[in-house]
């Protein structure tokens, strides 16, 4: 579709990381397939996988936060131009300190990923027993899994992060994951007794 398009090519204008298409279309048909109907993002950017998502169906909503003002009026623009303002919320705050109210079906955590084990525990609590968390980007372009590829100090800190991260989610008692490569490879967490 040609509106997705141009969000896409925009984003690589402006080097904003959305979702890549595989990863993306897994995430939707996951969605779809385990019939998910409210979703909870955390980090929206232009509202590309905000909108991707609430697509999949006309009963699904989605609140998505956004600390970024510019991205957030992006975002909100482009909500609108898919006529999906109704079923998208966007929140312009930093989702460290952000109370969401409300249980959702599926968490999907895609903001800083130094913050994700914080993000993790804080939105447990807004998931429903069912309920799945979803988290972006645990590969990190390949630098968590070929250490000789980090160039940076920061990158190096941020796969540092990650890979407490995945850590994290491995040992955790409350729920199983699982992790797909897909994209820049997400993880999939399940709450045990389910
Ligand atoms: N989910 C989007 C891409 C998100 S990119 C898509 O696939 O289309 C990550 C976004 O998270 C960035 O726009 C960044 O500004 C935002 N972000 C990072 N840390 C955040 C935080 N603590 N609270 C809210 N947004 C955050
Ligand atoms: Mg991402």
Redesign the pocket.
Known sequence: MKMFKEMEVYAKEKN????QLDGINYLCNYIKENNIKKIL??????G??AICMASVNDDIEVTT????KD?YEVALSNIRKFKLDKRIRVINE???NCEIEGLFDLIFI???KG?NIDFFQKYKNNLEDKGVIITDNLSFHGLVEDESLIKTKNQRGLVNKIKKYIDFLDNNKEFTTKYILVGDKISISYRNNN
């Not at 936060?65 to 970024?68: A, F, G, N, S, T």
């Open positions: 904003i990381p959305i979702m993002e955390i980090g929206s950017a232009i590309y996988s936060i956004e600390r970024d991205r930093d989702a460290i895609d903001a800083s913050h």
